[in-house]
């Protein structure tokens, strides 16, 4: 079974300053998938980046970009010059290999202050 | 643009009264889900289907039901809504799931018992 552990519940950071939302997950797989999607306050996800096991490289997504620490089964998000539209939910999911369904962690409330 | 379609954005319905969200997707995809995301929790997988093959979560209540007449229609159907059942419902689909498959998402149907 893949489990996914976001332990902050909330965060608050001026706009501009870079922001890193903690990931941590457990699965026995070999071969995973780690995504990231953000929630706005109208509810629909949207997809923001993903990672697989055996990328040797972290992943990067304009202002997004993906610290994956394998040995540490870390998955932590990194949002660069924040900007106000960035405050949402941020879920951390994944998929092993196979796997029909997507694990959702309790996700982060990102606050941008201005 | 292709995409995943959710009707209605806002349900209202009485205690008890069956109601019906539907979920279109105009992406071809094999798979379809079905989630339920309660107030500031992760979203909860209750089934999904691959092509035809229905998959139903182990703690997903029989209240709830579901129906793919064909690639592009998914609809979930809640026989007797409970106060307990007031959430956001989302329509997910993928290409056939790898590690490496994402899952695209519609805006959402918030359901409010009354």
């Known amino acids: 079974a893949q489990k996914i552990t976001q332990t902050q519940p909330g965060m608050f950071v001026q706009e501009k300053e870079a922001v890193t939302l903690d990931c941590t997950y457990d699965t026995s797989d070999q071969s995973y998938g780690l995504f990231w999607y953000k929630q706005p306050s109208s509810g629909e996800m949207i997809f923001l980046i993903y990672?697989?096991?055996?990328?040797?490289q972290n992943a990067t997504e304009g202002r997004y970009s993906l610290n994956f620490q394998k040995a540490r089964k870390s998955a932590n998000l990194v949002i660069s010059a924040s900007q106000l539209g960035d405050s949402a939910m941020y879920f951390c999911a994944m998929r092993g290999r196979g796997a029909q369904k997507l694990v959702f962690g309790q996700g982060t409330r990102l606050t941008i202050n201005p | 643009d292709a995409m995943v379609i959710q009707n209605p954005r806002y349900q209202v319905t009485q205690f008890g009264k069956p109601v019906t969200l539907s979920c279109s997707q105009t992406l071809n995809h094999n798979v379809m889900y079905w989630y339920q995301q309660k107030s500031s929790q992760a979203p909860k997988l209750l089934f999904h289907?691959?092509?035809?093959?229905?998959?139903n979560e182990a703690d997903t209540p029989d209240n709830f039901q579901s129906r793919r007449p064909n690639t592009s229609f998914c609809f979930l159907d809640i026989r007797s809504p409970g106060l307990g059942d007031a959430a956001m419902y989302l329509c997910?689909?993928?290409?056939?799931?790898?590690?490496?498959?994402?899952?695209?998402f519609g805006q959402g149907t918030r359901l409010t018992v009354v």
């Open positions: 289907y691959y092509d035809k093959d229905f998959n």
């Open positions: 990672q697989g096991s055996y990328d040797e």
């Open positions: 997910a689909t993928s290409r056939p799931p790898t590690a490496n498959t994402e899952a695209f």
